[in-house]
């Protein structure tokens, strides 16, 4: 009992009520040793009129004096330590009373409120401190975890008397007794401002590097269109001169040739808006996950690059053994293939390689479904391979911008929830997606059975 009362008058600071507390200790111990000696010998005073418990056992009261003083030390000590402990990791600890609603807040919850300590706390005082948008998930989420008996945990603002916002995470447990009431609730307030601050700050440059990549992007695709519309637009361009020219010998041109010709030029046309298409839907992301193959997610980013590839006498092997349907965002994954496609092309260019070649290899096992572009082009140094995937560290040797294999690994990792992995094999670079492999059959079929 007497350990108990220390403790809570140590932990609130209350220093004059501790010294008070020792001096009626002893007075208490000296009392008992009275009553003790009534006991033995009938009376308070011995032959000379003097009271017996002060006069044989006052060493009794020091020792009492000793021990309350050491106790006293030792749970200070134990204190100052957890309140050392609280501020170095930014995380405080409350106390609510299920029976009086008393509130008692550490040291450390006091400074991250920026409330002046000793000043009682009210259930209606924090309230204040909550952020009004985020006020009432926080009450949701306590009076939730009354009604179920399990502990929360939440993120939330508080906000301060200037106008600033901290951001906190507070867990909390609640006690019940037989009959389910509660007892009292223990609970933890953390400090999380820095790291939603840094969290933030990397999110920015993030998008950054998320811009400048797409802006690096658009620059190699126009040239890839640059690649797809030059021969459709020679052909366009040669069967009207062949038109001219028939015209100005005087050559009779024939309905049959002229449908022919009429046919060829609508042939180039559909197939130049068709490429229209394929880099539109390039730049317009998946909003949800779809159903498809992974032979049409590689046809579609061959018909984008296909002619980049044999400008650059570049040869492209493809070895796909996996034909099932797959829950993924395709628009992604093409972009994730077209940078390492294209970035094997200009590897290869650089390396200027004679028998240039590109292997893309489709496997899967129970669980997983793997997509390996490799290439012939020396591999990547070995000073940069451990490096390899942060922003602007390249894979190319003389130049690169370093932005698309660090945007390949965000998408395949955030978005598709796989993985990107690379290692230098056969004289070349191997880069290797990762996916997990979605029965769409069996999904529906589950939704069928519910």
């Known amino acids: 009992m007497i350990r108990k009362i220390i403790e809570v008058l140590a932990r609130l600071g209350f220093w004059p009520y501790i010294f008070t507390f020792t001096v009626l200790a002893i007075v208490l111990s000296e ?109 949701d989420a306590f009076y939730s975890s009354l009604k179920n008996r399990m502990p929360y945990n939440i993120s939330h603002r508080i906000l ?52 400048q990549s797409r802006q690096a992007a658009m620059g190699e695709m126009i040239a890839m269109i640059a690649h797809q519309w030059r021969q459709p637009l020679a052909v366009m361009t040669m069967t009207v001169n062949n038109i001219k020219i028939n015209i100005a010998l005087g050559e009779t041109i024939t309905n049959e040739e002229l449908e022919k010709m009429s046919d060829d030029i609508s042939y180039q046309t559909q197939y130049l808006s ?43 092997n493809i070895d796909n053994k996996f034909n099932k349907e797959i829950e993924t965002y395709p628009n992604e994954l093409l972009q994730v293939l077209l940078n390492l496609i ?36 020396g591999g990547i140094p070995q000073e940069i391979l451990s490096r390899l995937g942060e922003p602007y560290v390249s894979s190319r040797v003389q130049s690169g911008t370093g932005l698309g294999i660090y945007m390949s690994k965000i998408i395949v990792e955030k978005h598709l929830g796989g993985t990107l992995t690379w290692e230098n094999r056969d004289g070349g670079a191997c880069f290797v997606i990762t996916l997990i492999q979605i029965d769409s059959s069996k999904e529906d079929s589950k939704l069928l059975e519910q």
């Not at 309140?83 to 807040?105: C, K, T, Y």
């Not at 007892?183 to 840094?198: A, F, L, Q, Y």
């Not at 390689?353 to 292997?359: E, L, R, V």
């Open 342 to 377: 294209n970035n094997a092309k200009n590897v290869l260019q650089e390396s200027e390689q004679k028998d240039a070649k590109i292997d893309i290899t489709i496997k899967e096992s129970d669980t997983e479904v793997t997509i390996c572009v490799c290439d012939n082009g």
């Open 274 to 316: 068709k490429t229209i298409d394929d880099f539109s839907n390039f730049f317009h992301p998946n909003q949800e996950r779809t159903n498809t193959t992974l032979s049409k997610v590689l046809d579609d980013t061959m018909n984008i690059i296909t002619k980049s590839l044999q400008n650059n006498n570049i040869k492209v």
């Open 160 to 211: 301060m008397k200037d106008g600033r916002i901290k951001h906190i995470e507070e867990q909390c447990s609640t006690e019940f007794d037989a009959d389910g009431k509660a007892i009292v609730s223990i609970g933890t307030v953390h400090d999380i401002t820095e790291k939603v601050k840094i969290q933030e700050e990397l999110h920015q440059k993030e998008e950054l590097i998320i811009a």
């Open 31 to 139: 009392l008992l040793i009275i009553v003790q000696s009534y006991w033995l010998t009938g009376g308070f005073f011995d032959k000379n009129l003097l009271i017996v418990g002060f006069i044989t056992p006052g060493i009794d009261g020091f020792i009492v004096f000793f021990i309350s003083a050491f106790i006293i030390r030792y749970f200070v000590k134990l204190q100052n330590d957890l309140n050392e402990a609280q501020a170095l990791a930014h995380i405080g600890s409350w106390r609510l009373n299920g029976v009086s609603n008393a509130l008692v807040w550490s040291d450390e919850v006091y400074r991250i409120f920026e409330v002046e300590t000793r000043t009682k706390i009210t259930l209606d005082l924090f309230t204040a401190c909550i952020h009004p948008d985020d006020r009432q998930n926080v009450l």
